[in-house]
Each structure stands twice: as C-alpha cells, then as structure tokens.
C-alpha cells in the first residue's frame, strides 16, 4: 500500500500552460519535500514545507502543504520544455530504533513526469 | 560543491551472484540511504544508516544487506541476486541529526541500473 499517493502519473502539454501536480494521503506529515528529477541523474530537491497551509514560490512553480499536513500540491505557472521530467513528492515520518534513538526518513510518492513540448 | 557518487552507472549480473554497490559523499554528512526506483512505484526505501556502524532496515530490506565502515561509504549487497532485483538503485545523504533525516534535504547520486539475468 502506497502511504503517498500522486496524481497524475503522467502529465503531456503544451508550452505556455499551467499544470498541478497533488499529492495526497491519510497520514499526517512533520514535513513534505518536492524533487525533480531528469534522466540519467538523481532527484534533486525543490523545496521543503513544514507548516500545515504553508505556501512557498520558486519562480513559476508554486507549492503548498495543506492545513492537516496530509497533502500538498504543485503548480507550474506557464511550463516551459525546460520544466520537463519527474516530479517526486516526498513525506518526512519519525521512527525510533530499539534503542530509542530518533530517526526521521522520507516515503516517496509514485511521481509525475511531465513533458512539456515546444 | 555537494557530491555524491556510485561505483558504476551500469551493472549487468548473473542470478545468484553477490552484487556490491557503492556508494561515496564528500560532504561529511551523518546519513546516507539506498534507494530502488521502479516505473510507477517512486522511491522505496531499502536501507538507511545514521552513523557509522549503525544501519536500521527501510520498506524493503529483504533480499538485501549493507555496510557502512566509514562515514563516508554506504554500501549495498544483494547476497544472492535475483531477476525481480533488476531495478535503478540510488544512494542518498543528509546532514544533522538522525531526528531530522526526514525534514533535511537529501542528496543523491546519479544511480545504478541493475539488470539481474
């Protein structure tokens, strides 16, 4: 059972338009990262949110973390070729050991790639 | 500059096989992770470890070890390869404390793609 689920799984479009990528779940979150990945190398961190409503701006991409800390969204602003690629979500959860040492890690979403042609 | 890097890019096994991948941060970072990435599933965590020594097993360890000696070299070992482990592999790290390995960015290599016949 997947804890995050992301929609959609694929996304085609025209340059110019705008686009949201959601990301949703039951549970509640100490944090939810986005990441961009392009072929060939590894995911690369857009941004981090930790506040329930929290909204940050990067350029055209806007991101938000709902009010429960349960889902979050991401929305590109007239997408460009370049913002092609796969757009991971990613939940901050806390655990503990046997030993009662604290681990925080994160579970990623399905993702969503994205083309956008010229 | 932040750099993580992967022994190989490309791995081509034998069912049964012991496989190592490696996996180096130059960043004196206290985390580091292994990842397999598969269409539609996302990132599924296969092991972590939080210093050096000490390793705590992910969503899906079985089928799988690892070893981290030094704080910079994070290892995975798959003891006896198998064809559904054909998968990208990628490593990760983070700074700081292990409590906010959840909330610090990570960074992470450029992957290994496995192909187990």
């Known amino acids: 059972t997947q804890l995050l689920e992301q929609s959609p799984q694929f996304l085609s479009i025209q340059e110019g338009e705008n686009l949201t990528v959601y990301c949703n779940s039951s549970?509640?979150?100490?944090?939810l990262q986005w990441y961009r990945q392009e072929p060939g190398e590894g995911p690369v961190l857009l941004v981090t949110?930790?506040?329930?409503?929290e909204v940050k701006k990067l350029k055209r991409l806007t991101f938000q973390f709902g009010d429960a800390r349960k889902d979050s969204s991401l929305h590109i602003t007239a997408a460009q070729p370049g913002d092609t690629g796969l757009y991971l979500c990613?939940?901050?959860?806390?655990?503990?050991?046997?030993?009662?040492?604290?681990?925080?890690?994160?579970?990623f979403g399905q993702g969503t790639i994205l083309t956008v042609h010229p | 500059d932040v750099k993580v890097t992967q022994s190989s890019r490309y791995l081509v096994k034998r069912t049964g096989e012991k496989v190592f991948l490696e996996c180096v941060q130059d960043?004196?970072?206290?985390?580091m992770f292994w990842y397999r990435q598969d269409p539609g599933l996302g990132l599924r965590l296969i092991y972590f470890s939080y210093d050096v020594k000490m390793k705590e097993k992910g969503d899906i360890p079985e089928g799988y070890s690892v070893s981290r000696e030094k704080k910079e070299r994070f290892s995975l070992i798959l003891e006896s390869a198998s064809t559904n482990q054909t998968s990208m592999y990628l490593c990760?790290?983070?700074?700081?404390?292990?409590?906010?390995?959840?909330?610090?960015?990570?960074?992470f290599g450029p992957g290994t793609r496995l192909t187990v016949l």
């Open positions: 990760a790290s983070s700074y700081g404390y292990s409590g906010l390995a959840g909330r610090n960015e990570q960074f």
């Open positions: 949110v930790v506040t329930g409503g």
């Open positions: 990613a939940a901050g959860t806390l655990g503990a050991n046997a030993g009662g040492t604290s681990y925080g890690k994160l579970t």
């Open positions: 960043m004196d970072h206290e985390n």
């Open positions: 549970s509640v979150f100490s944090s």
